[in-house]
């Protein structure tokens, strides 16, 4: 029995990738699943996410990541540290993280898995299209992610996917990017950051057209998750801000979104904060949670204009807490200490 309370209450979750699976034989992707999640108050839902986690560091958050009961665990990117372009080198960092006690046990309570990458678990720091390995590299990270040998998202270039999460009290969707197989070049320029690509891509034509059908679905709430910052613009790192035109674009398409609420998740910078912007008469709202084995511990006060929150320096994830008809966002760190809460407002 997983950590789940038993009670007679019963919360039932629909999850639907829209990149849809016609095997009713299939685990967490297929189209007809229904998964039963005992839990004491059905009308509340939680969902876990973090990233830049190294296999070969300590990994002292497990615990207080399984404490939240969550039914959803985001993966966002450097989910390992791979950095090779040796597919076999890759393949066993996967499985060494796999193997990590903390990490089995964590999986042993059934929490549903859902994950995009970054550039390390990628195979190539700063990595974008070039890379010549990223068709391989593309099943490694499905592998981890125990997507079944015949989801869809497997037969075509890139990892990005997407789920739906059906409640009695409100319909989530989940919606997962994928920032290097199709990103153009940009340059880094040590001390001042990287070149600015005005007119450069980052998801591609055809994740592009993809979206464009995901955020066109009508739900209570979107959820995109994107490896590096949307909203940020002012660090030096890597950020959709580095790609003008394709920034844009993304908070144009956000902006028309049938979803009431946008939310997007991001992980990279070893730090967490939320952020807050108005897109076309429309609020968005980032949360960005990061450095689950190692964290960016002198960060200071770096400048950050659409910040609405302190900034966090110190090892964390996040929680989302759907409680009837709001959502609390937590960020959280070694033994469950809690650095942020706050209900989201999206009132302009």
């Known amino acids: 029995m997983t950590i789940f309370k038993k009670t007679s209450l019963v919360l039932l979750f629909l999850f639907l990738l829209l990149s849809s699976c016609n095997n009713a034989t299939q685990k967490f992707e297929r189209k007809s699943e229904l998964s039963i999640v005992e839990k004491e108050n059905p009308s509340d839902v939680v969902v876990a996410f973090g990233s ?6 300590k990994q002292p958050l497990w615990r207080a990541i399984v404490e939240q009961d969550a039914e959803l665990w985001l993966w966002l990117g450097d989910n390992i540290y791979g950095d090779s372009k040796d597919m076999e080198v890759l393949a066993q960092k996967y499985e060494k993280q796999k193997n990590h006690p903390a990490y089995q046990r964590f999986l042993e309570t059934g ?35 125990n997507y079944p040998e015949d989801f869809d998202a ?22 997962l990017l994928d920032t290097r197989y199709f990103r153009d070049d940009t340059e880094k320029i040590k001390g001042v950051g990287y070149t600015i690509n005005e007119f ?45 035109s394709s920034r844009t674009r993304l908070l144009d398409l956000l902006s028309k979104a049938k979803a009431e609420k946008v ?54 994830f996040g929680t989302l807490r759907f409680i009837e008809d ?15 809460e706050k209900n989201l407002d999206w009132s302009l």
């Open 52 to 57: 830049c986690n190294h296999q070969d560091k």
């Open 111 to 145: 929490i549903k898995i859902m994950g995009t990458w970054d550039d390390h678990d990628y195979g190539v720091n700063d990595g974008g299209k070039n890379f010549e390995f990223k068709e391989e590299s593309s099943q490694l990270a499905f592998d981890f992610l």
């Open 263 to 316: 939310l997007i998740l991001s992980g990279d910078r070893h730090l967490a904060e939320i952020s807050e912007m108005e897109w076309k008469g429309r609020k968005i709202i980032e949360v960005t949670s990061s450095g689950m084995t190692h964290s960016y511990e002198n960060v200071g006060d770096e400048p950050n204009r659409h910040r609405v929150s302190k900034i966090v320096s110190q090892k964390n």
């Open 200 to 244: 450069g891509d980052i998801l591609g034509e055809e994740q592009w057209t993809w979206l464009e059908e995901q955020v066109n679905k009508p739900m209570d709430y979107l959820v995109l998750g994107s490896s590096i910052q949307v909203i940020p613009e002012d660090h030096i790192y890597e950020k959709w801000s580095n790609f003008p």
């Open 154 to 175: 497997r037969k075509r270039a890139g990892v990005y996917n997407h789920s739906i999460l059906v409640s009695p009290h409100r319909t989530i969707g989940f919606v």
């Open 326 to 340: 709001r959502l609390q966002v937590n960020i959280l760190g070694v033994n469950g200490k809690e650095y942020i």
